[in-house]
């Protein structure tokens, strides 16, 4: 359905000739968030091509963007679902389009997308110390819970008994394989589509680990850099699925021999900080805290229970 809102149409699919515009708003916009929240020296850069093509991708049809009269992007929102996860991010209304109530308009159309798509779990994040963002994703029937806790690590060496690569491990089989464990620790998760992906955009790969000869834990990573025109800093976690913390620990150690094969600094990780056994034992390990943000989910629509232990970033 095209919506209007002061010359206003939209929402429409972005193509990947979008990308460049996108990547503006994007820059623009949540630098502009800095400086209001009082950080005026950070300015965040442009997003890698190859992270916007699979967070395109990946969002499908969620993906959406609104354009003004002089059909110039005025705002996107990528709505994404992993089954029956749903979340969004990254949204975003450009600086000067902000204060007109587009910003509603964009995340409602979201959560209906999702509702649709049949999504038991709708959320998103945002920084901790944003109240402003805190309160209108709050008005819009969004519900604080817990922190998502980014960790990073030196890659150390170490045993990776049980370890390997989707990429050199067969292909079709593990991933069903992935499938049927991400059903037994979150029921209606699905990480099919990133799985895939990943390995389709040659953005990463996903690491998989075995115990006594059943799949234990599984981890889609990317090393691409995240931002554009900068070298490769770390190999980044998107999602990791485990029965147990001793199986997340033994995926680790397995990207970490793969960070130090191809030559990058660090591995990183995002935890939800509602795992408390998980993240107690990144800590233990030597894993170091580097950022945080919020994590709010839509009444109604809760993170789901969980049998071990499992990380889905909200983000690209």
């Not at 949204?91 to 910003?103: N, T």
């Not at 580097?290 to 109604?300: A, E, K, P, V």
């Amino acid at each position: 359905m095209w919506r209007r809102n002061r010359g206003l149409r939209g929402p429409e699919r972005p193509t990947l000739e979008d990308i460049d515009p996108l990547n503006k708003i994007f820059s623009s916009a949540f630098t502009d968030r800095y400086r209001r929240d009082g950080m005026p020296g950070v300015r965040v850069p442009h997003l890698n091509y190859d992270v916007w093509r699979f967070a395109l991708e990946s969002a499908g049809k969620g993906a959406m963007l609104w354009r003004d009269h002089a059909g110039d992007i005025a705002a996107f929102n990528l709505a994404h679902l992993s089954g029956s996860e749903g979340w969004m991010g990254p949204l975003a209304v450009r600086p000067d389009r902000q204060g007109e109530g587009l910003g509603k308009v964009i995340v409602l159309a979201g959560v209906d997308w999702l509702k649709a798509k049949g999504a038991r779990t709708i959320g998103l994040e945002t920084m901790p110390r944003t109240v402003e963002n805190i309160g209108f994703y709050s008005r819009l029937g969004f519900l604080p819970g817990h922190l998502t806790i980014t960790l990073a690590r030196v890659p150390e060496s170490g045993p990776t008994v049980g370890c390997t690569r989707l990429s050199r491990d067969g292909g079709v089989d593990a991933v069903a394989e992935c499938a049927e464990l991400g059903g037994a620790v979150a029921p209606g998760i699905s990480f099919d589509r990133e799985i895939r992906l990943t390995a389709e955009l040659g953005v990463g790969d996903t690491t998989l680990y075995r115990r006594d000869g059943t799949l234990a834990a599984f981890a889609v990573w990317h090393a691409v850099p995240l931002a554009h025109g900068r070298p490769r800093e770390d190999v980044r976690v998107l999602k990791l699925v485990a029965v147990d913390v001793p199986a997340m620990q033994a995926v680790l150690a397995g990207i970490e021999a793969v960070a130090e094969e191809e030559g990058v600094e660090r591995v990183t990780v995002r935890c939800q900080s509602g795992q408390a056994e998980a993240y107690r034992g990144l800590i233990t390990a030597g894993w170091e805290s580097h950022w945080t943000d919020l994590r709010m989910s839509l009444g109604g629509y809760p993170e789901q229970p969980l049998s071990g232990v499992l990380f889905s970033n909200w983000e690209i």
